[in-house]
């Protein structure tokens, strides 16, 4: 989906765990017992010592250097390859693969259209992360709030939008855009309003935002919403007892507990928002204002396979995923001390 | 494990073979000792697989298997991403014209020349030089095409007094007129979304945009013939006569079926599209000839399409002589016709097979009386090796054009794409002259 990565799926079960719970001040790992090593053989030791944890590393070491280690290393050797061809390049033999040392990321680096779709990502995040996270954390402490009734029902539908796969979701909200087929132009027009066009080259950004958006927002209020779950009653009976409004806890409580929360959410969206790639996908064919290379990832599609250059869209997709680490590398370093301060 | 079958097989059933060598197809390159010959086909022509079954009940020795594809596109990348994997690619390919010196450079497709080379009398010229890019290596047998018409809603036309235009000029008028008695109401839509209708245009004005001159390429996107038809359209688009939407969305859709679209500038297959699309118009439309330029009467190709076999192919004999037949059979042929609804492009077997108009036009007996003199009129076009390259820039240049609605734009986005295109090839090492 356009605002969280899949893998993120892990990270709120281990928080709807704490939920489920609901004891903070549960022991730290009882599982972890410490077995009394019986004297043994040297060889048995070195067995179990030595080996026994690789073998139990080795499915997943397996795992990873074949499907995400090898796929990488392949993508650097192809990022540096480049197609060959003589004559009239028809024919077996015409073309052949040479090495192209670093003209394939000097060509990625230099394009112009590269740097503007890195730019619209750019326009395209800040429009989206603030809002989305915004109105999740919104939705969070309301459905917390005490006055909330309903909550089950209100949790579930907000977070359904998030079940539907971006490119449906964008199919559906294609049509929504389209003022011929629109329920939305139709019921506008009937009134007397004049509605902008959504697929007009001024808007499209915030109409794709709102896909990903409606999309995002669902998750991201239930990782905000289980952390608040977490904090203990007591805090909040302590916080009212000095006469605080469920404002003031709000404001002074709650957002500050949730903190790494809203953190992490934030970087899962910094990492989605670097990726977009369906929305603008589905709703190119729809409209004149998406090009083919209107996101970086989407460049990175139609270099590899409409202009079937595999070696320019290694290269690119490089230099994508070294700047996504950047990015979330140094936005970790600028709000860890802030998040995490406390426990310092 | 298949050379372990193959062994055995040829251990133990050795006399089986024997028998069954003699009643084989000439053809299998590997008679009988394995069962019968299997060949793969990705196609994405409607139906086809009713048509392959034919060639099933006959020839049990060689079983073709129809795999169904997206469509053109999407076909083809996976088989150039089959091709340069080094496996996983078909035995047999339905591929685009404009496709096949894209194909022919990735070393995709095998040469057929000496299964299928006596069919050239079969096909109109222009279409068998599509297949052999001019030279004497043959990549592929004709299909189907796509020669370029004028649909229009005959209604509309007669409510608002107009006559068909067969000029650009009275095309324009029209255009004007009929915008100007609705203001949703429009007689076609620049699309910036399908390079291959535009470059039909161009085919129609009497360029190509690629030659081939002796070991180098030529690219004349930017050619005066072809300006003209951009300046034409931007200037239509410019002064709102036309839209500027894409074809083929949910709204271009809506407005063929409610009758804000008044006419299509399309091809042979379009019966096929309005019935699916635009359902409550059955027999509302009529179609003629493309309006013309000045000269001789002319027209391009939007589509059309051929059999090919892959490089990777281990059947490539059997694999030809299925091609051979699924295109020029009196009865796959008819078939063809029939179920797939694509217009042949062997020239007797297409007259023999298409003699009752399309249910959609049965207003119009006539229909393919119309379209054969139209197919006569297809101008030469040569394809080059980077098409998607070209295509893709089509896409994105003449999108920004039609989202500024001025006709400099229009004239601008075919330079850009004359030079991304020449600028591609040249980085790849292609001569370019």
Redesign the interface.
Known sequence: MSAQPATTGSTGAGSAGNTVTGDPLRPGNPAKTVAAVPERRRSNRFRSRVLTPYLMLAPGILLFAVFMAAPIFYTLYLSFQRIEVSGLGLGSGARKQVFAGFDNYAAALSDPEFGASVGRVLTYGVILIPSMLGLALLFALLLDSRRSRATTFTRVSIFLPYAVPAVISSLLWGFLYLPSVSPFYYVTERLGFDMPQILSSGLIMFGIANIALWGGVGFNMIVIYTSLKAVPNDIYEAARLDGASEMQIALRIKIPIVMPSLIMTGLFSIVATLQVFAEPTTLRPLTNTLSTSWTPLMKVYRDAFTRDDIYSAAASSIVIAAATLLISFVFLRVVQKRAFGQED | MRSFLRVGAMATVAATALLTAGCSSPAADQPAADGPVELSFWAWAPNIEKVVDLWNEENPEIKVTVSKQDGG?PAI?KL??AI?AGSGAPDLIQAEYQKI??L????ALADISEGAGGLQEKFPEGVWDSVT?G?D?LYAVPQDSGPMMFYYREDIFKELGLEVPTTWEEYADVARAVHASDPKRYLGTFS??DAGWFAGMAQQAGTSWWS?DG???GVDIDSEATEKVASYWGGLVEEGAID???M????WN??LNDG?QVGWLSAIWAPGVLSGNAADTAGLWKVAPMPQWEGEEATGNWGGSSTAVT?QSEHAEAATEFATWLNTDPEAVQALADVSNVYPAATEEAESALTTAPDFFSNQPDFYDVAADVAQTVNPFTYG??V??AF?AY??EF??A??AKTEAAFVDALKAMQEITVT?LED????VK
């Open positions: 596109d990348t150039l991403t340069n010196p894209t022919v450079a990735s070393d890019l030279g290596a910036a979304n081939i070991d180098s390429w500027n939407k894409p083929y969305t949910p709204e809506a407005g804000s490089s090796p980077n998607n390259v893709s896409n994105d999108a920004k039609a989202d591609d790849n090492g292609f001569n």
